[in-house]
C-alpha cells in the first residue's frame, strides 16, 4: 500500500506592496467609528456630519476618516476616550464623588443622584471641580423583585421629569449649612445630609427625590446643622507642614453650583451600577433624554 503524503500549506507571508499603515487604517478606522455611532447614538442613525451643534461638532471631530494620518488618528481617539470619557465606560473603578459611599444594604437597591460643577463656574483658586452625591433606599424592592426592571424605568423617567430640564440637569447651589433628612422607612434610614447654600434650596432636592420614588416628603423630619465656620471664598491661604513641605489647607464647604449630571442604580449582587438618566452621554441609561 502508497503511504499518503499530505499536501503541505501553502507558505503563509505578506504582498510585496504591502503597508502596514495602510491596514492598521483598515482594522482600525471601522471598530472606532462604531464606537462613536454608539457614543452619539443619541444623534439618530440618519445624521449627516455637520457643525450645527456642539454635539454634532464633536461627533464630525471623533469620527476618523481614510485620509487620517497617525496624528489626526491619535488625536481623535484622545478626544472620544480621555475627554469626552469613554474608555471609563463599563470600567468597575469609580463612579460618583470623591467622598466614600457605604456599601450597598444587603436587597434593597440604591439610587444615587451624582452632581458636579459645570466647567465655566470653575474659579482659578480651584484645584478640581466640586462635586455631590446623593442616594435614597429603594425600601419597597429587592434585588431579586420580578418587577424590578420594569419599576427602575419607572423612575428612571420620574429623574428625567424632575432633575432634567431641555436635556440640562438642575443646579443646586452648595454651601457650608447641612440640612439632614431621616426617614428609614422611606429610604433615608441613615439620615441623609445635603450641603446647601440655604435650607430650601437642599429641601427642594429632597422633595424631588421623593416625587422620584412616589413617596411623600415630611418637612418635620428636617433638621439643620448650622456651623460657625463660613463656607472658603476664594483662595485658600492658609498652610500647614506635611512632611517638611508646605501645603495649602483643604477648603471648607466652597460655595459652588453643582449640576445635576446623572443617576444611577446599585443593586446588591450586581457588580456594575446600571445608569438610569445621563445628562452626560458617557454611559448607556435606561432612559434617554
Known amino acids: 500500500m502508497t503511504d499518503i503524503i499530505p499536501k503541505l500549506p501553502p507558505e503563509d507571508s505578506l504582498p510585496d506592496n504591502f503597508d502596514p499603515f495602510e491596514h492598521l487604517q483598515k482594522m482600525y478606522i471601522p471598530q472606532h467609528n462604531a464606537l462613536v455611532n454608539q457614543y452619539f447614538s443619541d444623534l439618530g442613525n440618519d445624521w449627516k456630519p455637520n457643525i450645527a451643534s456642539s454635539r454634532s461638532a ?27 470619557g469613554y474608555g471609563r465606560k463599563n470600567l468597575l473603578l469609580y463612579y460618583g464623588a470623591n467622598e466614600n459611599i457605604d456599601p450597598p444594604v444587603e436587597g434593597h437597591p440604591k439610587i444615587v443622584f451624582y452632581f458636579s460643577q459645570d466647567s465655566h463656574t470653575l474659579g482659578a483658586e480651584q484645584s478640581r471641580k466640586s462635586d455631590a452625591e446623593y442616594s435614597i433606599r429603594l425600601m419597597d424592592l429587592e434585588n431579586t423583585s420580578l418587577n424590578l426592571k420594569q419599576k427602575l424605568i419607572e423612575i428612571a423617567n420620574e429623574i428625567k421629569t424632575q432633575f432634567v430640564e431641555n436635556k440640562l440637569g438642575i443646579i443646586l447651589i452648595k454651601g457650608s449649612l447641612g440640612v439632614i433628612y431621616k426617614d428609614a422607612k422611606n429610604g433615608f434610614s441613615s439620615g441623609r445630609k445635603i450641603l446647601a447654600d440655604t435650607e430650601a434650596d437642599a429641601i427642594d432636592i429632597y422633595r424631588r427625590m421623593c416625587n422620584v420614588i412616589d413617596k411623600p416628603f415630611d418637612e418635620n423630619k428636617v433638621s439643620t446643622t448650622n456651623p460657625k465656620k463660613n463656607s472658603t471664598i476664594g483662595e485658600v491661604v492658609e498652610t500647614q507642614i506635611i512632611m517638611g513641605k508646605t501645603r495649602k489647607k483643604k477648603a471648607y464647604r466652597r460655595k459652588k453650583p453643582v449640576r445635576f449630571r446623572y443617576a444611577y442604580a446599585l443593586i446588591p449582587g450586581e457588580p456594575q451600577p446600571l445608569f438610569l438618566i445621563d445628562t452626560t452621554y458617557r454611559y448607556n441609561p435606561l432612559v434617554k433624554l
Do not use: E, G, I, P
Request: charged share 20%; hydrophobic share 50%.
Open 58 to 84: 464633536l461627533r464630525v471631530a471623533c469620527t476618523m476618516v481614510d485620509n487620517d494620518n497617525q496624528s489626526m488618528m491619535s488625536l481623535r481617539h484622545h478626544l472620544l476616550f480621555d475627554l469626552l
